[in-house]
């Protein structure tokens, strides 16, 4: 994990400050892109940003949350950077903005 994320996260929200943030949102986007079910990205960043998917979204889309339970995929920088920005609603904002239009 990079010890910067904290300096960084002050700033507000840029990608590219993000390498492995980046890299691990790709590699979710590509696997969940043509995955059946309805609202595949906001119960993915219900999941990422609060652990928590609606039961709505449990029921149409099974495969999503037996993919995002199973823990097949590394989310660590994901998740750890929603934890560190949690006390910065404009970085928090622009944040999940940014990880929406990349799993959209």
């Given at each position: 994990?990079?010890?910067?994320?904290?300096t960084q996260s002050s700033k507000g929200f840029n990608s590219t400050d993000y390498p492995e943030m980046v890299d691990e949102l790709a590699r979710?986007?590509?696997?969940?892109?043509?995955?059946p079910?309805?609202?595949?990205?906001?119960?993915?960043v219900s999941f990422l940003k609060?652990?928590?998917?609606?039961?709505?979204?449990?029921k149409s889309?099974?495969?999503?949350v037996n993919l995002i339970r199973s823990?097949?995929?590394?989310l660590l920088?994901?998740?750890s950077?929603?934890?560190?920005?949690?006390d910065n609603p404009s970085f928090l904002r622009d944040y999940e903005k940014y990880i929406n239009q990349e799993l959209s």
């Amino acid at each position: 994990m990079n010890n910067n994320y904290a300096t960084q996260s002050s700033k507000g929200f840029n990608s590219t400050d993000y390498p492995e943030m980046v890299d691990e949102l790709a590699r979710l986007a590509k696997r969940i892109r043509f995955m059946p079910g309805y609202d595949k990205v906001e119960a993915t960043v219900s999941f990422l940003k609060d652990h928590s998917i609606k039961s709505e979204s449990v029921k149409s889309n099974p495969l999503l949350v037996n993919l995002i339970r199973s823990n097949s995929f590394q989310l660590l920088h994901i998740e750890s950077l929603f934890e560190l920005c949690r006390d910065n609603p404009s970085f928090l904002r622009d944040y999940e903005k940014y990880i929406n239009q990349e799993l959209s």
